[in-house]
């Protein structure tokens, strides 16, 4: 297993875009950086069990031959920052480490080795799965069948952006300055273009 090292932006030394609770943060220590080190090859062989999972079911699938006919989606309900921006481990902040997951899906129809850039979530799971099922998705559900962008063309239209919502008042890194109030929400704008704060007052 080769060695992990901590993102090289553990430690950036300008970090006067950021809210004030990061600017605040001090660089992260070399014993700090050895515990993240030491958490990350764990995390690695718990992966290893999955990489197992996913092999057993290919292979069950293939057995009853019924891998062509079965659509298998490879995805996370969050990233996960260890180190990245000053922060120790940690998944509850808009920064890319902790919103990109990956999402792979293999199934018929589905081109090999396509790569779609366009923003996509979890939300859309929902909306694909019934897709796939040839149902109609109700009105009331979030989220988008992404079934359309395994054909070419792919769509005309689609969302150029996310909204991302964190609704603590106390958070120490997002919630400070909005307001106050259980209700308070940190609305974050995220697109290619980058994410933008934009708190409630």
Known sequence: MC????????????????P??????????????GDLENEFRKR?????????????IVQSLQEADQLENTYIFFTSDNGYHMGQ??????????????IRVPFIIRGPGVPA???????????DLASTFVDIAGAATP?????????????????????????????????????K????????LIPIIYSDDGILYRPIR
Not at 85 to 98: I, P, S, V
Not at 178 to 184: F, I, L, R, V, Y
């Open 139 to 175: 009105a009331f559900v979030d989220g988008r069948a992404l079934l359309p962008w395994l054909g070419d063309p792919p769509p005309a239209k689609w969302r150029a952006a996310f909204l991302l919502e964190k609704g603590d008042p106390n958070d120490e890194i997002f919630g």
């Open 44 to 56: 690695l062989r718990s992966l290893q069990s999955v990489d197992e999972m996913v092999e057993k």
């Open 85 to 98: 921006h000053r922060l120790m481990q940690g998944k509850n902040t808009a920064y890319e480490e902790d």
């Open 113 to 123: 080795a396509k790569v779609v850039d366009d923003l996509a979530g979890n939300i």
């Open 20 to 33: 004030d609770a990061i600017r605040n943060l001090p660089l992260i220590t070399d014993k700090q950086i």
């Open 177 to 184: 300055g909005s307001g106050g109030g259980e209700k308070a």
């Open 3 to 18: 060695p992990y090292r901590v993102h090289i932006h553990s430690n950036e030394e300008d970090i006067s875009d950021k």
